[in-house]
């Protein structure tokens, strides 16, 4: 079973818009979850990281909330460019993963955005 | 440019074949990290090691194995190499040991393809 679940698994938007991608992880103990952009080909790029304590973090016109109590996540993306068109990833660290690379990722949410 | 650099940047190469892939961890960081990324997949962890030593396995079959030098460079061999085997390699590195809120940077990956 897939500890991290992410949707919509693909999603087109128009340039200019907003749009949110959820991730819900059943990971626990939970340490921190990260989202990660991914041009297609290239390596993942960190957006923003979080641990169980924060409840937002922000990194320009990307925006991240974290509930830890319903274990659900969500990256909002506010004014879309073309340049956002991606894979978007959320990457939870669990029980094995406090002193180990061993990240448990989700399947990632395609994004592309229309002019 | 994230810092971490790995070659080859493509590979092609035979069923029962051997290849090594190369990565160069970010000035100053410890761990390295290995992921695979096949087709239509989410990343999965194969191994992590820290200042030399290995940390954790993932899922890495036993027809793969990884080192990292006294430089701190690291690399994955694979070996017996089979069509299912083809796939995007990734390192990434880190600056210590535990992940915590440590952003995590990936390379480009190493793109396999195994006929």
């Known amino acids: 079973k897939n500890q991290v679940e992410q949707s919509p698994q693909s999603l087109i938007i128009l340039e200019g818009k907003n749009c949110t991608l959820q991730?819900?992880?059943?990971?626990?103990?939970?340490?921190?979850l990260r989202w990660y952009k991914q041009d297609t080909g290239r390596g993942p790029v960190s957006l923003t990281i979080?641990?169980?304590?924060?409840n937002t973090k922000s990194n320009g016109r990307y925006t991240a909330t974290l509930d830890a109590d319903t274990k659900q996540s969500s990256l909002h993306i506010t004014a879309s460019q073309l340049s956002d068109s991606a894979s978007y990833i959320c990457?939870?660290?669990?029980?094995?993963?406090?002193?180990?690379?061993?990240?448990?990722f989700g399947q990632g949410t395609t994004l592309q955005v229309k002019p | 440019d994230s810092g971490v650099t790995q070659t080859p940047k493509h590979l092609i190469t035979a069923t029962g074949q051997r290849v090594t892939l190369r990565c160069s961890p970010r000035?100053?960081?410890?761990?390295v990290y290995w992921y695979q990324q096949s087709l239509d997949q989410g990343l999965q962890f194969l191994i992590h090691?820290?200042?030399?030593?290995?940390?954790a396995k993932g899922n890495i079959l036993e027809r793969f194995s990884a080192q990292q030098f006294p430089d701190l460079h690291s690399e994955l061999n694979l070996s017996s190499l089979e069509l299912g085997d083809s796939a995007l390699y990734f390192c990434?590195?880190?600056?210590?040991?535990?992940?915590?809120?440590?952003?995590?940077?990936f390379g480009e990956g190493s793109w396999l393809t195994v006929v």
């Open positions: 000035s100053g960081d410890l761990s």
């Open positions: 990457v939870v660290s669990g029980p094995d993963s406090s002193n180990t690379g061993k990240l448990i």
């Open positions: 990434a590195s880190s600056v210590d040991s535990l992940l915590r809120g440590n952003t995590i940077y």
């Open positions: 090691y820290y200042n030399g030593e290995e940390r």
């Open positions: 979080m641990t169980f304590s924060e």
């Open positions: 991730c819900n992880y059943t990971v626990s103990p939970f340490s921190n």
